[in-house]
């Protein structure tokens, strides 16, 4: 056996179990069971139910003791909503609770199907129906008993003819059956029976229209086009117009459910038809009607509605991807003939040449010269001279870069003269001059990645901003705010070109600021804006940081992380104020006559005298004598010791000796004494020059003598350097959030069957 190694694995043959031993009893389900056909108030029955057992086994049990006969008829429903039917995957959750026994999914079923193949009975089978639809287990035995082909026919053949309460039941009916059931798909809805849904849509009846048939059929609809199936005939029977009326319906629920359909369309049709759509949907009459009957209506709007409208609108403006993505072709006539617009109306000049301050591009003979357009481009901020179309070949922004600005120039033209005026001529040099081609281009740039143009809207993000319905071209109308925003911001910021990045960076953050609280019109953004200056940016800024810093410092991780630090920067504060010591002061010079207090009644200073005290690099003995100005002698030139072992306290204020001993000078702030034990008892006194040397002093004393330190500037220090000792630790984690809690620590695993053991034996 010497010299060979033998691996012997030790194996658990058996599970391990940690704790007490299982016990099978505890997984036995106790509840309780009442019924809703027993006759009089009876209390429930309690039933066990075994792991092993079925679950109709407690319907068995109940009719035995209740002298049912037929279990198979009943099941088990929760009491609490939404009252389901009790299944395989929810029995769990029977332990503890009360639950009836009804009739089974399978019998309310049958029974349902039988009340509409009734012409008598079709209403109460739909209103039996339409409250139980919601459970999925009965859906489920509904679809599967062919009980959705009845309903259909019941829908297509008009078996209920224009009953308002009739189609409520049945539309919201049909919409449960297909939600709940995994064999009902949306394809069943097309042909006759999505014509017949369409057609009420299509018929408005005014305020007095069931609410609930209208809503549930939207929502039919709506799901319908988001699964794909029919939407050629529903965009073909669909009346936009009627849609819109619908707008004005009184009930939220319905006007929420309008919007999205109208966004399920929107979403779902093909190219053409989706630009159709979005024409008319920024259309007056369509924008006027979701202004006056949804955002400008009294009361407090549903979250689902905003949600709503802000889909919408992240649709719309999605339409500009495609300006957004294109770029400009450098032949593309149309775009340099715009561009020559801008240039024209900027100049004020017909023919392409300049007219400021009374100053024409007119010869001696009084003839206009030809157009000079290379310096028009120039002074209007274009990077290529000879050709600028080429400045709108990046992508994004493309050519809606031009759209915006060719809309500021033939919308706001006053407005876009000064803003070019203004960046063409500040009178400071070419590099204070703000390229406004190049900013605009830039601009329409961070206006698109704040609206997120082109990114499909959030299921539970973003943010609806009223104004978007008030105007035809509302993207272009918040470029043409923001572009007097940029010069003015550029002149407050005093920048030059190559601060262009750096006043983006604060233009970016102005506008979102300004979207940040939804305002309700464009004036309103205006207004923000002009409130929004970069010295207010600077200052919130400034405020968020330091707000997010202290809310930093504040976490539970971090105050235990300052606790453990403490300890640390204090004996670096502690060794500071020695080796202040240790370099030693020139004090001024008393009357006292040195060091030592006499029985004077009044301190003087004794002008031109000084003296000089320092500790010595061992940490033992104070040295201290007389020396002249600016000196500062070695502890060997200094002739009189005060060693620290017999130092008894340190004195303070008006505690000190010759400040007791001077009538008139009790209220020297900076005074300190040294008491020696030795009787007759002596000290060494001082007076401070400044409030921080007597603070470095006192601090180092206590040092030395092993006591706290005490000052404002030992706390000061203290803050600061723990400040910046967490500041730079957390480095590493920056942008990550720290939470107020440590995490869990997991619980131990119920055995160690996993576990393995391994020896080696030589």
Same mark, same amino acid.
């Given at each position: 056996?010497?010299?060979?190694?033998?691996?012997i694995e030790l194996r658990l043959a058996d599970p391990i179990t940690i704790g007490h031993p299982r016990d099978v009893n505890s997984e036995i389900i106790k509840f309780g069971v009442s019924s809703p056909f027993r006759e009089g108030d009876k209390a429930g029955?309690?039933?066990?139910?075994?792991?092993?057992?079925?679950?109709?086994?407690?319907?068995?049990?109940?009719?035995?003791?209740?002298?049912?006969?037929?279990?198979?008829?009943?099941?088990?429903?929760?009491?609490?909503?939404?009252?389901?039917?009790?299944?395989? *995957?929810?029995?769990?959750? +029977? !332990?503890? =609770?009360?639950?009836?026994?009804?009739?089974?999914?399978?019998? /309310? @079923? #049958? %029974?349902?199907?039988?009340?509409?193949?009734?012409?008598?009975?079709?209403? *109460?089978?739909?209103?039996? +129906? !339409?409250? =139980?639809?919601?459970?999925?287990?009965?859906?489920?035995?509904? /679809? @599967? #008993? %062919?009980?959705?082909?009845?309903?259909?026919?019941?829908?297509?053949?008009?078996?209920?003819?224009?009953?308002?309460?009739?189609?409520?039941?049945?539309?919201?009916?049909?919409?449960?059956?297909?939600?709940?059931?995994?064999?009902?798909?949306?394809?069943?809805?097309?042909?006759?029976?999505?014509?017949?849904?369409?057609?009420?849509?299509?018929?408005?009846?005014?305020?007095?229209?069931?609410?609930?048939?209208?809503?549930?059929?939207?929502?039919?609809?709506?799901?319908?086009?988001?699964?794909?199936?029919?939407?050629?005939?529903?965009?073909?029977?669909?009346?936009?117009?009627?849609?819109?009326?619908?707008?004005?319906?009184?009930?939220?629920?319905?006007?929420?459910?309008?919007?999205?359909?109208?966004?399920?369309?929107?979403?779902?049709?093909?190219?053409?038809?989706?630009?159709?759509?979005?024409?008319?949907?920024?259309?007056?009459?369509?924008?006027?009607?979701?202004?006056?009957?949804?955002?400008?209506?009294?009361?407090?709007?549903?979250?689902?509605?905003?949600?709503?409208?802000?889909?919408?609108?992240?649709?719309?403006?999605?339409?500009?991807?495609?300006?957004?993505?294109?770029?400009?072709?450098?032949?593309?006539?149309?775009?340099?003939?715009?561009?020559?617009?801008?240039?024209?109306?900027?100049?004020?000049?017909?023919?392409?040449?300049?007219?400021?301050?009374?100053?024409?591009?007119?010869?001696?003979?009084?003839?206009?010269?030809?157009?000079?357009?290379?310096?028009?481009?120039?002074?209007?901020?274009?990077?290529?001279?000879?050709?600028?179309?080429?400045?709108?070949?990046?992508?994004?922004?493309?050519?809606?870069?031009?759209?915006?600005?060719?809309?500021?120039?033939?919308?706001?033209?006053?407005?876009?003269?000064?803003?070019?005026?203004?960046?063409?001529?500040?009178?400071?040099?070419?590099?204070?001059?703000?390229?406004?081609?190049?900013?605009?281009?830039?601009?329409?740039?961070?206006?698109?990645?704040?609206?997120?143009?082109?990114?499909?809207?959030?299921?539970?993000?973003?943010?609806?901003?009223?104004?978007?319905f008030q105007h035809e071209k509302p993207f272009e109308e918040l470029f043409c705010i923001c572009a007097q925003l940029l010069t003015k911001t550029w002149k407050e910021m005093r920048a030059t070109v190559e601060d262009f990045d750096k006043v983006f960076d604060?233009?970016?953050?102005?506008?979102?600021?300004?979207?940040?609280?939804?305002?309700?019109?464009?004036?309103?953004?205006?207004?923000?804006?002009?409130?929004?200056?970069?010295?207010?940016?600077?200052?919130?800024?400034?405020?968020?940081?330091?707000?997010?810093?202290?809310?930093?410092?504040?976490?539970?991780?971090?105050?235990?992380?300052?606790?453990?630090?403490?300890?640390?920067?204090?004996?670096?504060?502690?060794?500071?104020?020695?080796?202040?010591?240790?370099?030693?002061?020139?004090?001024?010079?008393?009357?006292?006559?040195?060091?030592?207090s006499t029985s004077a009644n009044t301190l003087k200073r004794v002008k031109e005298k000084f003296w000089y005290c320092r500790l010595s690099p061992n940490e033992k003995t104070f040295h201290h004598g007389d020396c002249e100005e600016k000196a500062s002698p070695?502890?060997?030139?200094?002739?009189?010791?005060?060693?620290?072992?017999?130092?008894?306290?340190?004195?303070?204020?008006?505690?000190?000796?010759?400040?007791?001993?001077?009538?008139?000078?009790?209220?020297?702030?900076?005074?300190?004494?040294?008491?020696?034990?030795?009787?007759?008892?002596?000290?060494?006194?001082?007076?401070?020059?400044?409030?921080?040397?007597?603070?470095?002093?006192?601090?180092?004393?206590?040092?030395?003598?092993?006591?706290?330190?005490?000052?404002?500037?030992?706390?000061?220090?203290?803050?600061?350097?723990?400040?910046?000792?967490?500041?730079?630790?957390?480095?590493?984690?920056?942008?990550?959030?720290?939470?107020?809690?440590?995490?869990?620590?997991?619980?131990?695993?119920?055995?160690?069957?996993?576990?393995?053991?391994?020896?080696?034996?030589?």
């Open positions: 056996m010497t010299g060979r190694n033998i691996g029955e309690l039933i066990e139910l075994h792991p092993s057992e079925p679950l109709s086994q407690a319907c068995v049990t109940a009719c035995q003791r209740w002298g049912y006969t037929d279990p198979s008829l009943f099941a088990l429903k929760f009491s609490e909503p939404p009252g389901h039917y009790v299944t395989d *995957a929810t029995r769990r959750n +029977l !332990s503890g =609770k009360l639950v009836m026994m009804i009739h089974s999914a399978a019998k /309310v @079923s #049958q %029974d349902i199907i039988t009340k509409l193949h009734d012409s008598s009975s079709i209403i *109460a089978g739909l209103k039996e +129906l !339409s409250a =139980k639809a919601s459970d999925p287990t009965l859906a489920e035995v509904f /679809v @599967s #008993q %062919d009980g959705l082909n009845a309903l259909l026919e019941i829908i297509e053949k008009d078996k209920i003819g224009e009953k308002e309460i009739a189609l409520q039941y049945a539309f919201q009916s049909l919409l449960d059956i297909i939600f709940n059931s995994v064999h009902a798909t949306w394809d069943k809805i097309q042909g006759p029976v999505l014509s017949k849904i369409l057609n009420y849509i299509n018929s408005p009846r005014g305020n007095s229209q069931e609410r609930h048939a209208l809503k549930s059929a939207l929502q039919v609809l709506e799901n319908t086009v988001m699964s794909g199936v029919a939407n050629d005939q529903i965009e073909k029977e669909v009346t936009l117009p009627t849609l819109i009326h619908h707008m004005s319906h009184p009930d939220r629920d319905v006007q929420q459910n309008v919007l999205s359909f109208i966004n399920a369309l929107l979403s779902k049709a093909e190219s053409t038809r989706r630009k159709h759509l979005a024409a008319t949907l920024n259309s007056k009459s369509y924008r006027a009607s979701v202004l006056n009957h949804v955002i400008n209506r009294a009361g407090e709007r549903p979250a689902e509605t905003n949600h709503q409208l802000y889909v919408l609108q992240t649709l719309l403006l999605n339409f500009l991807d495609e300006r957004k993505l294109t770029p400009v072709d450098p032949q593309d006539q149309q775009a340099l003939n715009r561009i020559k617009d801008l240039c024209r109306i900027a100049f004020d000049s017909d023919s392409g040449f300049f007219t400021y301050n009374g100053n024409s591009d007119a010869n001696s003979s009084g003839k206009k010269d030809k157009p000079n357009y290379s310096r028009d481009y120039r002074k209007l901020g274009f990077k290529n001279e000879v050709n600028p179309a080429l400045d709108f070949a990046q992508t994004p922004p493309g050519i809606l870069a031009l759209d915006c600005m060719y809309h500021l120039a033939h919308t706001h033209t006053e407005a876009y003269n000064k803003l070019v005026i203004e960046c063409a001529y500040r009178g400071a040099g070419d590099d204070f001059l703000l390229p406004f081609a190049r900013a605009s281009i830039s601009l329409t740039n961070v206006l698109c990645d704040i609206l997120r143009v082109g990114e499909p809207p959030g299921d539970q993000e973003g943010k609806f901003y009223p104004f978007f604060v233009v970016r953050e102005q506008i979102r600021r300004a979207l940040d609280i939804i305002p309700q019109n464009f004036s309103a953004i205006q207004e923000k804006l002009l409130s929004l200056t970069f010295t207010e940016i600077t200052r919130l800024r400034a405020q968020e940081r330091s707000s997010r810093e202290e809310g930093e410092l504040q976490a539970k991780p971090i105050q235990e992380l300052r606790q453990k630090l403490i300890p640390e920067i204090q004996a670096l504060i502690k060794q500071n104020r020695i080796n202040f010591l240790i370099s030693g002061t020139r004090f001024n010079k008393f009357a006292s006559k040195g060091l030592v070695m502890p060997e030139a200094l002739t009189n010791k005060l060693p620290v072992v017999e130092i008894k306290e340190l004195l303070v204020g008006k505690d000190c000796p010759h400040m007791k001993e001077s009538k008139k000078n009790r209220n020297w702030p900076f005074a300190f004494s040294l008491v020696q034990e030795k009787e007759p008892l002596r000290s060494v006194d001082f007076i401070a020059p400044d409030e921080k040397t007597y603070d470095l002093w006192t601090d180092g004393i206590n040092a030395i003598l092993g006591k706290e330190m005490v000052s404002k500037e030992a706390k000061s220090d203290l803050d600061i350097l723990l400040h910046m000792e967490i500041k730079l630790r957390l480095l590493d984690i920056e942008g990550l959030s720290i939470p107020q809690e440590p995490p869990p620590i997991p619980p131990p695993p119920p055995n160690y069957d996993f576990a393995s053991f391994t020896a080696q034996v030589k």
